[in-house]
T-cell receptor, first 116, second 111 residues
């Protein structure tokens, strides 16, 4: 399957700072990538759909000014959590869509964010 | 509203027993995936099913897609402690690109 990497794998920051998470598609050019958030003991919740060269599409209830998504190339999408607060602490996971083989999504290893 | 209902959400059984996890919806899916997720890691794809009535086997795991493509099941035979983990079903609703996840099943196999 296709390989997706995320960086950093974990980050601790102070409240009010901004954090950037990178998602790279290592062996596939992804025109569409997805960002999810997962709270402890819960399933994945889609935050936004990232389209290369255009604005991201955000799910209802997700603040687009707080979670900035940039998909500048076919292999890189970034999520920036601006002015992070403790309630933003979560596990953030990206994925990309492979339209071949049944619309499969391949997920990155995730980034654990802890805001103090 | 949960588009994809996964059950049970928690399951703890003894090694050697069989189990089935279900995912149900009122929506039709163009494809459905099953993932397994370990703590602190991203979900890892186990299987993708696309055809109504399709059955796929992966060693002791059997995946079935409902005839109407609205439901799916995961059956594990002779469960082992190594099967412990979070199992997630997810599907793409017909006509959409987004992946919809079930609530997940946290499976514990006791030695």
């Amino acid at each position: 399957g296709a390989v997706v990497s995320q960086h950093p794998s974990w980050v601790i920051c102070k409240s009010g700072t901004s954090v950037k998470i990178e998602c790279r598609s290592l062996d596939f050019q992804a025109t569409t990538m997805f960002w999810y958030r997962q709270f402890p003991k819960q399933s994945l919740m889609l935050m936004a759909t990232s389209n290369e060269g255009s604005k991201a599409t955000y799910e209802q209830g997700v603040e687009k000014d707080k979670f900035l998504i940039n998909h500048a190339s076919l292999t890189l999408s970034t999520l920036t959590v601006t002015s992070a607060h403790p309630e933003d602490s979560s596990f953030y996971i990206c994925s990309h869509l492979d339209l071949k083989g049944g619309e499969t999504q391949y997920f990155g290893p995730g980034t654990r964010l802890l805001v103090l | 509203t949960q588009l994809l209902e996964q059950s049970p959400q928690f399951l703890s059984i003894q090694e050697g027993e069989n189990l089935t996890v279900y995912c149900n919806s009122s929506s039709v899916f163009s494809s459905l995936q099953w993932y397994r997720q370990e703590p602190g890691e991203g979900p890892v794809l186990l299987v993708t099913v696309v055809t109504g009535g399709e059955v796929k086997k992966l060693k002791r795991l059997t995946f079935q897609f409902g005839d109407a493509r609205k439901d799916s099941s995961l059956h594990i035979t002779a469960a082992q402690p190594g099967d412990t983990g979070l199992y997630l079903c997810a599907g793409i609703i017909q006509g959409a690109q987004k992946l919809v996840f079930g609530q997940g099943t946290r499976l514990t196999i006791n030695p």
